[in-house]
């Protein structure tokens, strides 16, 4: 008798110990245990609307109220698609100075944009510091080269603050033999190129294409040809530009008149004849900024450089 009362404890307490064994290990597994691995996303993004042509409210939302809507963006303007490994890579990259304007309207755009895109992206705002000639090249060039200390980028979209895609299936991704001219057909242009060899707006390439071609000449202070210099680059290295199809390579342009500190630069032409003798050795091999702060915002990281000043001639 005394036996079995002995026994049914025992196998009481047994089972217990058991059970406990059960919960401990299974409370370690859910917290310890990596989470599956997430399956690549398509490569047509099911949440793509095609083309809607972009009306712009009279005056843009607040930074604080774009980031109110943008719920799944991290600080310093990071994303991932939460429900498949995307397949693009991308650091958007947006020369700037003194254009807030422009710069709430094309992240209120920008943001849902590329999170349709299915893309694990980052957008970039590089900032020149101070009042002196602005110098779009030198900003690239600076702005590209902390933003590839950032993170492993396999694109890089260099993107004028004033452009919105009204397309997209515009996927802001890069082609892996050549360098890419996205702002196909801007409105401003009646949505056709203004010239063959018109390379700017927006620009993809990867982090090799861009060292290839010596990134940005340093030399253009102010407005004008350093687009056309890039385009002599991608061809003087080897490569050409190539374009997705007009047909959803759609841009509207915000209206602007030219900034101060961004006059038109006659000199520009002068340097632009001579690309074909300076890229190998004007460019990221020759470049020289002081990158003056780096700051995680909610929307966007922003970066602050020292361009220096417009050499006098
Ligand atoms: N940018 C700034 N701030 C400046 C100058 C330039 O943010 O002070 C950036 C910005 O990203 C802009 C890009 O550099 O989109 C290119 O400069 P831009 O927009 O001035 O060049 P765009 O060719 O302008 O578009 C031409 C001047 C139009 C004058 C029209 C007069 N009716
Ligand atoms: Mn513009």
């Keep these: 008798m005394v036996c079995s009362r002995r026994l049914r404890r025992l196998r009481r307490m047994l089972a217990l110990l058991a059970g406990l064994t059960v919960a401990t290990f299974a409370l370690h597994s859910t917290l310890l245990a990596a989470p599956p691995p997430l399956s690549g996303c398509r490569v047509e993004s099911p949440l793509l609307v095609g083309p809607r042509p972009v009306h712009l409210p009279t005056?843009?939302?607040?930074?604080a109220e774009i980031g109110r809507r943008s719920t799944l963006v991290s600080p310093g303007g990071f994303y991932r698609p939460p429900h498949c490994q995307s397949r693009h890579r991308t650091a958007i990259v947006i020369p700037y100075r003194a254009r807030l304007t422009h710069l709430r309207y094309l992240l209120d755009h920008l943001h849902p944009f590329l999170q349709r895109q299915q893309i694990y992206y980052k957008i970039y705002v590089v900032e020149q510091w101070g009042d002196g000639?602005?110098?779009?090249?030198?900003?690239?060039?600076?702005?590209?080269?902390?933003?590839?200390?950032?993170?492993?980028?396999?694109?890089?979209?260099?993107?004028?603050?004033?452009?919105?895609?009204?397309?997209?299936?515009?996927?802001?991704?890069?082609?892996?033999?050549?360098?890419?001219?996205?702002?196909?057909?801007?409105?401003?242009?009646?949505?056709?190129?203004?010239?063959?060899?018109?390379?700017?707006?927006?620009?993809?390439?990867?982090?090799?294409?861009?060292?290839?071609?010596?990134?940005?000449?340093?030399?253009?202070?102010?407005?004008?040809?350093?687009?056309d210099d890039l385009w002599k680059r991608v061809g003087l290295s080897g490569?050409?530009?190539?374009?997705?199809?007009?047909?959803?390579?759609?841009?509207?342009?915000?209206?602007?008149?030219?900034?101060?500190?961004?006059?038109?630069?006659?000199?520009?032409?002068?340097?632009?004849?001579?690309?074909?003798?300076?890229?190998?050795?004007?460019?990221?091999?020759s470049l020289s900024y002081k990158l003056l702060s780096k700051e995680q915002k909610a929307l966007f990281t922003h970066l602050t450089i020292d361009v220096g000043e417009k050499p006098r001639t």
């Excluded at 047909?247 to 690309?275: Q, S, V, W």
């Design 59 to 63: 005056s843009p939302p607040t930074l």
């Design 133 to 227: 000639t602005f110098n779009k090249g030198i900003l690239f060039n600076a702005g590209i080269v902390e933003v590839l200390r950032d993170d492993d980028w396999s694109c890089i979209i260099l993107h004028d603050v004033d452009l919105l895609a009204e397309d997209d299936r515009n996927t802001y991704a890069c082609d892996n033999y050549n360098p890419m001219h996205l702002a196909v057909a801007i409105d401003k242009f009646d949505y056709r190129l203004p010239y063959r060899e018109y390379f700017g707006g927006v620009v993809a390439m990867t982090p090799e294409q861009y060292r290839k071609i010596n990134g940005f000449s340093n030399q253009y202070w102010g407005w004008g040809r350093e687009d």
């Design 239 to 285: 490569m050409k530009v190539v374009r997705p199809s007009v047909r959803f390579a759609r841009y509207k342009m915000i209206k602007h008149e030219r900034d101060p500190g961004n006059e038109e630069n006659p000199h520009n032409f002068d340097i632009l004849k001579r690309t074909k003798l300076d890229w190998r050795s004007d460019g990221l091999n």
